[in-house]
């Protein structure tokens, strides 16, 4: 099916939660993958947002789509929120960070201790709140969620748990425990997992491969 009279929000990088004002916490995405898949979009559907993390300047510069950008993993859920619309597509191949300090200090802390204890509350998960807000919202009911697994152990097992748990129609898996792929390169090696639990394996190719195999499957699936 065309995406042309779709709208279709990606998300990509990391963010950031602040432990003080010059450390935080974070993982290393770089967006890459993010930026690939909201380009392949926009190729397809001229209504494409991309909603992302820190990222380098560079890899966004002069997209002719929609860039917001956000720093923490709330900041991206109600930005992504605030976009979304009936018959909309969400890709989520960003990254956030899953816990956040409970407490921001408000000036550097300092190494006064050998030890230092940081107590962190889990953050909100961005794709299973979309699946709550499309079920008790009949506007919402025929939005499309993607999502991304990135994993180092079982990666497989905890993808398709992930594909289940938020009511995806499909899940890219990837491993990143490697160097020569996943977060930061160029290249990425994925498996895709439908709602069925149908699996498809991209060998490892460039990110830009990858995404538009994403988008060719999902113009067969929505």
């Not at 977060?183 to 639990?197: C, K």
Request: proline share 4%.
């Amino acid at each position: 099916m065309r995406l042309e009279n779709r709208k279709i929000i990606v998300s990509g990088g990391p963010t950031r939660e602040w432990i003080d004002p010059v450390r935080y916490i974070s993982n290393a995405s770089s967006g890459k993958m993010g930026v690939a898949i909201a380009d392949a979009a926009y190729n397809r559907c001229i209504n494409t947002v991309f909603i992302h993390g820190p990222v380098e300047h560079s890899i966004i510069a002069n997209k002719p789509y929609q860039c917001i950008g956000v720093e923490t993993t709330v900041d991206m859920l109600e930005a992504i929120q605030q976009e979304l619309s009936p018959n909309t597509i969400l890709i989520m191949a960003a990254a956030p960070a899953d816990y956040a300090p409970v407490h921001k200090s408000p000036v550097k802390i300092k190494k006064n201790n050998d030890t230092l204890t940081i107590a962190l509350k889990r953050n909100p998960d961005i794709l299973k709140s979309i699946a709550n807000m499309r079920k008790g919202n009949k506007q919402l009911s025929d939005i499309t969620l993607i999502g991304f697994a990135a994993e180092t152990t079982n990666i497989m097992q905890y993808g398709k748990t992930k594909l289940v748990e938020k009511e995806l129609a499909m899940i890219c898996i990837n491993d990143v425990s490697g160097t020569d792929s996943g977060f930061g390169s160029d290249y990425n090696e994925v498996t895709i997992m439908l709602a069925n639990e149908e699996t498809i394996h991209l060998h490892k190719m460039t990110k830009k491969e990858v995404a538009e195999n994403i988008l060719q499957i999902i113009e067969t699936m929505v």
